[in-house]
């Protein structure tokens, strides 16, 4: 709802006298002072004393006024030494009084002391230290009401930051359209980051309206000094405190970041902000602005010519316009750094005191040298030069700095690092309970529901546990249990997990350092790769072709009696280099499989979940229904979940006495982040993104390889692309040494990219579905100018 416009007429100074000397006794000199509703007088009395008497608007209630007056006694008793009004009582010695004026119209009466000083808005330069000295002061008052409460406090106030989405019904009162879109993108930006971390913030009464008109400061110390008008007071986000009062602070100034993050640090070191609150600084600012040009522009409709409506109008828009060329995250890690969130933490203590030796954090350079010390020197290190990521914001990482980079090829993080309905599912859940799948949890059941919704019908059975490693295996176990065979086909350069088992069945483990090469009971069919592989993109019949192969196997298996029981593969490899299977090549090679008595296994764990973009699975691309589905990697957006889902008739068979149990599977925070993120691709629209976006990337990419010849390929669907870099485009040669270059100079330029495939020429593109096409553009741009080094060349 939108508060309604002033309809009473301004009262004369002549009346103030009147109401001055009937209610207060006194006898002094009278001017108007500016108000938006109320009537607001300066009385100079003649012994020197000053005071604002305040005539309020009809519509006021009597809880309006007394809110703000108990609120002041409170103040002055907590904070004392705080400069702020007092309130002045009648001759009754009342607070407030209601009087019938000549008009006929009932008002409220009180007063207040008057403060001398300077208004903020009169003041230059603002410096650091005096927009630092209105945070520390608000932080004070918020300080002193920590225990003050008033029913008004609860009131509806169209300043509540947490009430900022009724600027949407009136989005239409601006009628320059631009204009217009910004302040809906602000709003949306409110909707998108702030709205889902509303739980996570603490809520106080606090002061609401540091505005430069409100705030006065000593023109001596240029510090604030106090601040005037506390209509606005109300029961709030803790956080809003600072972010309107930044909100005003960048009004007029080039940088916007700087002194708001003055305001906001003097904030934090009297009353300490959380992460999360830090977080939704940005955008409660913004909000803030926001409200208060759809309020001018609605209340110009009512009141053409109101100076008070339009007074800082221009200047919001402005600061709007500033912040529309300001990525939030860039901001927040600004915030983040202004609150002193990525200083290094000290030794650690004992709870005595005693200094225990052991780090919190560790400096880069110790990170490294620990990490050799105390981690296995097989744990590799992404990039010649190592990143220390300290945390990450849907499609973004942070190193320790703060630096943003934009993450193209982590595709754990499905719906984007940290997203906050995630995080958010993991904390409400994890402070409840967690434990095994012994008890009857209905979290476990919704998910499965859910999951089981998204499949075709053969696939009924779930089994959850946490790893794609953990679920491959179990698939296999389901495999050799329900056939009584051992033997599995895989395809070459194939990966399916860390495990013992399936080390084995993964040629670019067992075929490559520190492989102990292949066992007699695996075999290994080419991969149906038509840009590197015998038959070639252009061939009819290409699926046909390397079905065949697996044909072969198995007619060479069962005459060796050594009947298979499982075909597995990824549906669209990824270790390989992201490859695209031909048309009906799956299709061919279940058909062989069934009839030969075994069972297909598909490995959706890269690319499952609707990453592709035209189907939700990856084997849905080859219009197959496997026996057995993998799931892993993004099920959880990076919290361990996993999952194996068979048919009712394969799980029968594995119900054969011996229990299955895993300690952590299924268990209730992980299905609350599976729930999660089911919800956020449903509500998002993040597999139609992953289509539009990978569309756009895949033609932007094409064209860079007509114009750079080390791009022999590029291939993919939705958000899961490849580019092959090869020396020579007729032997397709590959350009291991340049797809290093590329991948470590995109890391210098704040790209994140990878390189996958046996020789570690193709660049792997598997970002969060929440890529932009923005991203697209960004990445491409920095490709291009990265493949016209002399580096890059396919002959060095």
Same mark, same amino acid.
């Given at each position: ?5 002033? #309809? ?6 002549? &009346?103030?006298? =009147?109401?001055?000397?009937? &209610? ?71 607070? $407030? ?6 008009? *006929?119209?009932?008002? %409220? ?60 019904? /009136? ?68 956080? !809003? ?69 339009? #007074? ?7 600061? %709007?316009?500033? %912040? ?45 040298? @620990?990490?050799?010390?105390?981690? !296995? ?5 992404? /990039? ?10 849907? +499609? ?30 993991? +904390? *409400?859940?994890?402070? %409840? ?13 919704? $998910? ?22 953990? @679920? ?13 065979? *051992? ?43 038509? $840009? ?34 499982? /075909? ?21 090679? /279940? ?52 999952? #194996? ?23 209730? &925070? ?22 539009? #976006?990978?569309? +756009?990337?895949? =033609? ?38 340049? @797809? ?6 995109? =890391?210098?330029?704040?790209?994140? @990219? ?43």
């Amino acid at each position: 709802m939108m508060p309604e416009a002033r #309809v009473a007429a301004p009262l004369s100074a002549d &009346v103030a006298a =009147r109401v001055a000397a009937a &209610v207060y006794g006194l006898t002094a000199t009278i001017r108007l002072l500016p108000g938006e509703y109320d009537d607001n007088f300066h009385l100079q009395a003649s012994d020197s004393r000053a005071f604002v008497l305040k005539l309020m608007h009809p519509a006021r209630e009597d809880a309006f006024v007394d809110m703000q007056c108990r609120a002041l006694t409170h103040l002055a008793l907590k904070a004392p030494r705080l400069a702020l009004p007092r309130v002045i009582p009648t001759t009754g010695g009342e607070l $407030y009084r209601r009087i019938t004026l000549e008009d *006929e119209t009932s008002r %409220l009466i009180w007063m207040l002391s008057y403060l001398p000083g300077t208004m903020l808005v009169e003041a230059r330069p603002h410096t650091p230290e005096l927009l630092g000295s209105l945070g520390g002061l608000l932080a004070k008052i918020d300080l002193a009401l920590k225990d003050f409460a008033h029913p008004c406090a609860q009131r509806f106030l169209k300043w509540d930051l947490s009430r900022s989405n009724w600027a949407r019904d /009136y989005l239409g009162h601006i009628a320059n359209l631009e204009r217009r879109a910004l302040a809906k993108n602000f709003l949306n930006l409110f909707e998108e980051e702030a709205v889902p971390r509303f739980p996570l913030l603490r809520r106080s009464v606090i002061y609401g309206d540091a505005n430069d008109h409100n705030t006065l400061i000593d023109p001596k110390t240029e510090r604030v000094v106090s601040v005037i008008d506390f209509g606005d007071l109300h029961e709030g986000f803790t956080v !809003g405190e600072p972010a309107i009062a930044a909100a005003y602070a960048i009004l007029g100034k080039e940088d916007p970041l700087a002194p708001a993050a003055a305001v906001l640090a003097g904030y934090h070191g009297i009353m300490p902000l959380r992460e999360e609150e830090i977080a939704v600084f940005f955008p409660l600012m913004a909000a803030r602005l926001a409200v208060s040009v759809v309020n001018s522009a609605h209340r110009k409709s009512l009141v053409a010519d109101d100076p008070y409506v339009t #007074v800082s109008e221009e200047l919001a828009w402005a600061a %709007l316009e500033r %912040l529309g060329a300001i990525d939030p995250r860039t901001a927040r890690e600004y915030f983040r750094a202004a609150a002193g969130k990525v200083a290094p933490v000290p030794t650690g203590t004992s709870k005595d005191g005693a200094d225990t030796g052991l780090k919190k954090e560790f400096t880069f350079e110790e990170s490294l040298a @620990a990490r050799k010390k105390l981690l !296995g020197r097989n744990l590799s290190l992404a /990039y010649e030069k190592p990143l220390k990521i300290v945390r990450g914001s849907m +499609q973004h990482l942070y190193d320790e700095t703060g630096r943003a980079y934009l993450d193209v090829y982590n595709n754990v993080p499905l719906v984007g690092h940290s997203h906050p309905r995630v995080v958010r599912a993991i +904390q *409400e859940q994890v402070a %409840l309970l967690n434990t095994n799948t012994r008890y009857l949890h209905d979290n476990i059941l919704r $998910y499965a529901q859910r999951l089981t919704a998204l499949l075709p019908d053969p696939l009924q059975v779930c089994y959850f546990v946490n790893s794609g490693s953990e @679920a491959n295996e179990l698939a296999l176990r389901l495999a050799r249990t329900h056939t009584g065979r *051992e033997d599995v086909i895989v395809l070459e350069h194939a990966y399916h997990g860390h495990t013992s088992t399936l080390i084995d069945i993964s040629p670019y483990k067992f075929a490559g350092p520190g492989g102990r090469g292949r066992k007699p009971w695996v075999h290994v069919a080419p991969i149906a790769d038509d $840009y590197r592989g015998k038959c070639r993109r252009g061939e009819a019949e290409l699926g046909e072709k390397y079905a065949a192969h697996v044909d072969e196997i198995l007619n060479d298996c069962k005459k060796k009696r050594q009947p298979v029981a499982a /075909y597995i593969a990824e549906t669209l490899p990824s270790v390989a280099g992201q490859i695209v299977f031909p048309p009906n090549y799956l299709s061919h090679v /279940y058909e062989r499989v069934r009839k030969a008595g075994a069972v297909c296994i598909a490995d959706e764990v890269q690319v499952g979940f609707g990453r592709l973009g035209t189907h939700f699975w990856g084997f849905g691309t080859q219009g197959v229904i496997p026996d057995i589905a993998v799931f892993g990697k993004p099920m959880g957006n990076a919290f361990p979940l996993a999952a #194996v889902v068979t048919t009712r008739e394969i799980a029968a068979s594995f119900a054969n006495g011996m229990e299955f149990f895993t300690t952590f599977g299924g268990n209730p &925070v992980a299905c609350a982040a599976g729930l999660a993120v089911l919800d956020v691709l449903r509500d998002e629209n993040l597999q139609q993104n992953a289509l539009a #976006v990978g569309t +756009q990337w895949i =033609r932007e990419l094409r064209e860079l390889q007509a114009k750079h010849p080390l791009i022999g390929d590029v291939r993919g669907l939705g958000l899961f692309l490849g580019i092959d870099l090869v020396t020579d485009r007729e032997t397709r040669a590959p350009a291991t040494r340049q @797809a290093s270059h590329v991948v470590n100079r995109l =890391r210098e330029e704040g790209i994140l @990219a990878g390189t996958d495939g046996p020789h570690h020429n193709v660049i792997k593109l598997r970002p969060p579905l929440c890529f932009t096409a923005a991203d697209t553009r960004t990445f491409t741009s920095a490709l291009d100018s990265i493949l016209l080094e002399p580096a890059a060349q396919p002959i060095a």
